[in-house]
């Protein structure tokens, strides 16, 4: 799991031992006391986590990045941002969540290995290592009570927006979990600490520098899966939040909107046809799909020059998409082929509207198919669209 991301606030009495007065494997012990109580879940065998210095902190994160992030993957995931125009042609995604998370983890739980891992840059036991385990024990009592290996989101690779989704539960309860304990333990300096290292000078410009669909992607689990789980909580505790690991969110629309969640308003499935590629000639090749949904697409319109009030009205008709990167030959360049399913026509106008004037922000080359209730867009990378591909577009819109 990834590390916490800091910005719940509040006071109150501290319950845990002072960390100036306590080993470090003391005041970690009476905080995962306190997790087990807030979170009523039982407690592992093991409770103590494994403390490393920064360096080995970032040996890790990286070996673990490296593992769940095969270098095809990465290249498809360069490949189809460029073609939407949400990175840059030289960015490295690697190099990019290498430095955004390596800027802000302090701490993080492996679900392979059964191990939590703490690091204090500092070398002190501040509020803000201690507010970081009660986020990362919470994941290891997820891990007992869930098994987060069975959610799997390691085999999501072909949906990302579900991936997103579940992933959003796990660190939007965690998140719920770690801010029920800061208001608990936290003194008004502890907080105070804690917000001044979120607000480092440094760390805020990696934010700044870090292209908006990885910076927003990376921060909707913590931000909008912490609401998501508030209102399941709304209906029933934890024990709707329990619930949910058996039944987990499939949309990043059903984090934006937990009633389509509670209502089980699924994802529309959309296929692409089986012969995608040969429509377009013996040059192209699928090489890869993949489903944006409705945060990805918002920040799309809104990267393109759509205002952000009307580029998420543009977004929430969504009902479900799904997105091809098709290969011509060596030098050929890329086609992107996004077919979108709306829940009436007239969301699906709204979003061609949108996509028509961030396709013009962007400056890319695409052609624009609007039938019913469906949105068809595809983009390319080398040049202008031909005649010939824009009227197999046209078909496909139609089809």
């Not at 009592?141 to 390691?154: P, Y």
């Not at 809104?302 to 543009?314: C, H, L």
Request: hydrophobic fraction near 45%; charge should be negative.
């Amino acid at each position: 799991m990834a590390a916490t991301l800091l910005g719940a606030c509040g006071d109150g009495p501290s319950a845990t031992p002072p960390a100036s007065a306590a080993d470090p494997l003391e005041v970690y012990r009476a905080i995962a006391a306190e997790i087990v109580e807030i979170r009523g879940l039982d407690a592992p065998d093991r409770a103590d986590p494994q403390l490393i210095d920064p360096e080995q902190l970032r040996e890790n994160y990286e070996a673990a990045f490296d593992d769940s992030n095969p270098d095809e993957l990465i290249e498809v995931s360069e490949r189809v941002y460029r073609a939407l125009g949400l990175i840059p042609e030289d960015a490295s995604l690697r190099e990019i969540f290498l430095e955004l998370n390596g800027s802000q983890v302090i701490g993080y739980y492996d679900s392979k290995a059964d191990e939590l891992f703490i690091v204090s840059r500092s070398g002190a036991l501040g509020p803000t290592e201690r507010v970081t385990y009660a986020h990362e024990f919470t994941h290891e009592l997820q891990d007992v009570a869930f098994d987060l290996d069975s959610l799997g989101l390691e085999d999501l690779g072909d949906d990302g927006d579900r991936a997103l989704a579940i992933l959003s539960l796990v660190e939007g309860d965690a998140t719920s979990a770690q801010t029920t304990w800061m208001l608990g333990n936290l003194s008004p300096e502890d907080l105070a600490q804690v917000a001044a290292e979120a607000s480092d000078p440094e760390l805020l410009a990696i934010l700044a520098r870090t292209p908006a669909i990885l910076l927003e992607t990376s921060l909707f689990p913590y931000q909008a899966g912490a609401t998501f789980v508030a209102a399941i909580m709304a209906g029933g505790g934890y024990d709707a939040v329990d619930a949910a690991y058996d039944d987990p969110p499939q949309s990043t629309e059903q984090i934006l909107h937990p009633e389509a969640y509670l209502a089980g308003e699924a994802p529309v499935a959309v296929d692409l046809p089986a012969d995608l590629a040969a429509r377009f000639g013996p040059a192209w090749t699928l090489d890869a799909e993949d489903t944006l949904g409705e945060l990805q697409l918002r920040v799309w319109l809104r990267e393109g020059g759509v205002d952000g009030t009307v580029a998420r009205a543009a977004a929430e008709g969504w009902g479900g998409d799904r997105l091809a990167l098709l290969g011509a030959l060596p030098g050929g360049g890329d086609l992107v082929v996004l077919m979108t399913e709306w829940d009436t026509a007239a969301d699906a106008g709204e979003f061609a509207a949108a996509a028509r004037e961030a396709v013009d922000g962007l400056r890319l080359d695409a052609e624009i198919v609007t039938a019913g209730s469906r949105v068809t867009i595809a983009i390319g990378t080398a040049g202008p669209l031909g005649p010939d591909v824009r009227e197999v577009v046209r078909d496909l819109g139609r089809s």
